[in-house]
């Protein structure tokens, strides 16, 4: 590894492969007999997304949004906004939010939110990190593959300024490190 900004690996390729396998069995199981639908939010979750389906043994449909969020004027929670948009209906559906993260939960539930208005049969959230630790609002999680502490991560999905998206491994970033070194955009602090 020759990534100064990486202070330490959290979960190892390998790690993440038996996890996803798990959770894949878990929604598998619990979705037996049915179609399901899983929704990713680009860009985090698509790492994620792609390693779950090929897992899932139950008939499955691919659907992506993206969003947008803004920081609110005092550095709070930030309002988030649909950038792109479902293509298809979900009425009747099965549906899965799939998540990188689910930090202090205002992202999520906001998807949430939106989702249920839209008449799925039933709805239901999968996120590959759970940082409760930072919590604000509460979410159903439904399915999760780890819990992490109270440090920024990258990798596996996760970026930081758009970076470290395609690295195989999850990873605490070092923040300081992270700004000196290659980070195309100048200073400046993490999406929280
Ligand atoms: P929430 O609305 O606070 O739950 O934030 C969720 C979003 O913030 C995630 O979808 C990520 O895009 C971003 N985010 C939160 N924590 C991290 C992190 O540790 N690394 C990379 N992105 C993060
Ligand atoms: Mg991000």
Known sequence: MNEPAIERILFTEEQIDQRVRQVAADISAKYSGRELKLIGVLKGSVFFLTALAREITVPTRLDFLAISSFANQRGGPGMVRIAKDLDDSIEGDDVILVEDIVDTGFTTRYLLQHLAGRGPNSLALCT???????????????????????????????????LYRNLKYIAVLNLDEARVRGDPRGPGGPPH
Do not use: A
């Not at 409760?132 to 300024?161: A, N, Y």
């Open 128 to 162: 590959l990190l759970d940082r409760t630790p930072r919590r604000i609002v509460q979410v159903p999680v439904d399915f999760r593959c780890f819990e992490i502490p109270d440090r920024f991560v990258v990798g596996f999905g996760l970026d930081h300024k758009q």
